[in-house]
């Protein structure tokens, strides 16, 4: 009986595992000025380089949203201002990239993004965990923070003109949806 119960036990402990595992199928990497092979791409720019969904961690904000384009050393974000660092990056990957879904999302509608489509984390900024967005601007897809409980300032925003704009309908990106 006591050997029956270590098995139980043990089995479910792995399908807890393999549950943790496979929720958390995409993962944060440190981003050098190279495109890593398993990099998730965002869409592309105006001169049809890729663009991919960087995070940078700006001191006294938190973690943010950005966009990577091949071939470049920055990732550029959104601060009050536009934001471009070489430092302190990170860029989404995954080996399952065909799960990542981009849904469309207005202000003002509430969200369809549930237990069954997870949206993706972004990152923290003031305590609030912000979604990833993504806009196509002026021929040019744009990655930035989409922000859900905020008073007067829902939606997501993007760097536009050196200054950050506020985007009333866009994308949130997803993982793993199941309708």
């Known amino acids: 009986m006591k050997f029956m119960c270590c098995h139980i036990y043990m089995i479910i402990f792995m399908c807890v595992i393999c549950k943790i595992l496979y929720v958390r199928s995409y993962y944060w990497k440190e981003y050098r000025g190279e495109i890593p092979i398993d990099a998730v791409p965002a869409d592309t720019n105006k001169a049809r380089n890729s663009t991919y969904i960087g995070q940078i961690f700006i001191q006294g904000r938190g973690l943010l949203p950005a966009t990577i384009v091949a071939g470049s050393k920055i990732a550029i974000s959104i601060q009050g201002t536009m934001i471009k660092t070489d ?3 990170m860029i989404l990957c995954s080996k399952e990239q065909d799960k990542f879904t981009w849904r469309n999302a207005k202000v003002g ?3 369809s993004l549930t237990a069954c489509c997870p949206s993706v984390n972004g990152g923290v ?3 609030e965990i912000i979604n990833i967005g993504r806009v196509n601007r002026e ?10 409980n905020l008073d007067k300032g829902n939606g ?3 760097p536009h003109k050196g200054k950050e704009m506020r985007v009333m309908s866009y994308e949130v990106l997803t993982f793993n949806c199941k309708n």
Not at 139 to 148: K, N, Y
Request: glycine letters at 10%.
């Open 139 to 148: 021929g040019e897809t744009i990655v930035g923070p989409v922000f859900t």
């Open 125 to 127: 900024e003031w305590n």
């Open 109 to 111: 509608e509430k969200q």
């Open 156 to 158: 997501l925003w993007i």
């Open 87 to 89: 430092k302190n990056i």
